[in-house]
């Protein structure tokens, strides 16, 4: 048995079914906040499966989506900046549950690639992962109040 | 443009240069001097809209 | 052990795509069809087709939703100045 694969099949399962609960029910703060943690706990999953199947090649799944999953909750945040205002989202605790499973997840690959050029260009998924999903709940919280273009 | 605003403007460029071929270099797969030509073609671009992006949101 | 995974993720798929019809409010369906994009990318990877994974990405975790949200902003607006017309 492979245990990538069982990881990533844990991963997706829980983080992507707890997503989808969170997406689903309650009010719209917790949505947002919901579907922003789909995206960072799905890059992992990716990454994960990537080294399972032993295909390098798949980790570009990853960085795209750790570039554009930040970039969809923004929209989110600026298009229901009004609605947000009134009852601003709080997920500090959540937000930086989700990134350290994100690091631990990127740390556990890295040790498995060893040092190449494989091994940076996890590190560079990671970083982005982590500090775009961190920016985007800073805005989901109403945190670049001041930034209004447009 | 005096000679320092001259000299300034070439470093910036040559780190967001530096910056950019590094990270071509970590994302390709296979090292060859094809990958490297494009890359450094395209890191020189990048740097050129970079520097624009940076002096249209600080302003100067 | 391998199919485990793909029936993790068609199952995901199918409950995301539920949840996305069941919703009412448009901007709240938006939400959920962010998450449908993000989801629909992981089945097509775990079934080893990554680079329509790779469009699905860009397509649906941020240009579908965009365009939605504008759409039902614009018709709000739109709605508002008709009731100030009257």
């Known amino acids: 048995m492979n245990g990538w694969l069982l990881a990533a099949?844990?991963?997706?399962?829980?983080?992507?079914?707890?997503a989808l609960w969170g997406v689903a029910t309650g009010p719209l703060r917790r949505r947002v906040v919901a579907q922003n943690l789909s995206t960072a706990l799905a890059c992992p999953g990716l990454l994960l499966l990537s080294q399972a199947y032993g295909r390098p090649?798949?980790?570009?799944?990853?960085?795209?989506?750790?570039?554009?999953?930040p970039v969809g909750t923004l929209v989110f945040a600026r298009l229901l900046a009004d609605e947000l205002a009134e009852d601003p989202p709080r997920a500090w605790g959540l937000t930086w549950t989700v990134a350290g499973l994100g690091a631990a997840a990127v740390t556990a690959l890295c040790v498995a690639?060893?040092?190449s050029r494989a091994m940076v260009k996890l590190l560079v998924v990671g970083a982005l992962l982590i500090s775009g999903n961190v920016i985007a709940s800073r805005a989901l919280s109403g945190g670049f109040r001041g930034v209004r273009g447009g | 443009m005096t000679p320092r605003t001259a000299l300034l403007a070439a470093a910036e460029l040559m780190g967001w240069w530096v910056a950019l071929a590094l990270l071509w270099l970590v994302l390709i797969s296979t090292v060859d001097t094809l990958e490297l030509a494009v890359g450094a073609a395209s890191a020189l671009v990048g740097a050129l809209a970079a520097r624009a992006a940076r002096r249209a949101v600080t302003g100067s | 052990m391998a199919d485990a995974v793909?029936?993790?993720?068609?199952?995901?798929?199918?409950?995301?795509?539920?949840?996305?019809?069941?919703?009412r409010d448009p901007m709240r369906q938006a939400l959920v069809l962010a998450v449908l994009g993000v989801v629909l990318a992981v089945l097509f990877t775990v079934l080893q087709a990554p680079d329509v994974g790779l469009s699905q990405l860009a397509v649906g975790s941020a240009l579908t939703p965009l365009l939605l949200m504008l759409a039902v902003r614009k018709?709000?607006?739109r709605g508002r100045e008709k009731e100030g017309e009257r």
Do not use: F, H, N
């Open chain 1, 9 to 18: 099949t844990v991963s997706l399962a829980g983080g992507l079914g707890a």
């Open chain 1, 57 to 69: 090649s798949y980790v570009d799944l990853g960085l795209v989506l750790a570039l554009l999953g």
């Open chain 1, 113 to 115: 690639t060893g040092p």
């Open chain 3, 6 to 23: 793909i029936v993790v993720a068609l199952l995901l798929v199918a409950a995301s795509a539920t949840v996305a019809v069941a919703t």
């Open chain 3, 75 to 77: 018709i709000r607006r």
